[in-house]
């Protein structure tokens, strides 16, 4: 079974809606990261969420990380045509900080 | 700005036959890694390097190995193809920042092998 997991598998939202997307992971974690590939690229960091932090924002994007539970948030406000793309979760932990887990990831499709 | 540049971009291969995949960064990294990438499973590590002359398993290493002979190439060997690795073969590099590692990933290599 995979270490994180994303949920909702695909979702779909009208062009400057909000959504959120959410993490579960079953380990203990240094950092968690999100991702976004589109498509026929690699994944691209989006944020960084270290386990002593509670949120992090980057412009239109705000994670949370609730350590107790082992779940994290990715919302995305005012959403773009180009913010179309797969959403992964990726944990890392202690000294393998780049050994990451990732989860199946979440389609994101924004309608014009 | 980060760069990591693979090759080739598609390769098709026959099964049995021996598969090389390169990886180029130009960002200084100590680290790289090789990741597959399959529906349903999101990416997997196959090996990591800390270092030219250093290759480390990862968590699904079988049928792979790797090759870093200087801090910029990273390679992915497969000595005898089969049709279970066909795939999307990401690189990645990291730099070490603190407490944290962000990896910065390649384009990507799909193969097929038939």
């Known amino acids: 079974s995979q270490l994180a997991e994303e949920n909702p598998w695909a979702l779909s939202v009208h062009e400057g809606e909000s959504v959120t997307v959410n993490c579960s992971y079953k380990t203990s974690i240094t950092a968690l990261q999100w991702y976004r590939q589109k498509s026929g690229e690699g994944p691209a960091q989006l944020i960084l969420i270290r386990s002593n932090e509670r949120e992090k924002r980057n412009g239109r994007l705000r994670a949370t990380l609730d350590t107790s539970s082992q779940s994290s948030s990715l919302s995305i406000t005012a959403t773009r045509c180009e913010d179309t793309a797969v959403y992964f979760c990726a944990t890392g932990r202690g000294s393998a900080l780049g050994r990451l887990h990732f989860g199946a990831g979440t389609q994101l499709i924004v309608i014009p | 700005e980060a760069a990591v540049t693979q090759s080739p971009r598609n390769k098709v291969a026959v099964t049995g036959g021996k598969v090389t995949l390169s990886c180029n960064q130009t960002?200084?990294?100590?680290?790289m890694y090789w990741y597959r990438q399959d529906t349903g499973h999101g990416l997997r590590l196959i090996h990591y390097?800390?270092?030219?002359?250093?290759?480390e398993k990862g968590d699904i290493p079988d049928g792979y190995k790797a090759s870093r002979p200087s801090q910029e190439n990273f390679s992915l060997i497969l000595e005898l193809a089969t049709p279970s690795q066909t795939s999307v073969y990401f690189c990645a590099s990291g730099g070490l920042g603190f407490s944290a590692e962000t990896l910065y990933f390649g384009s990507g290599t799909r193969l097929t092998v038939l």
């Open positions: 960002n200084n990294h100590n680290n």
């Open positions: 390097s800390y270092g030219a002359g250093s290759t």
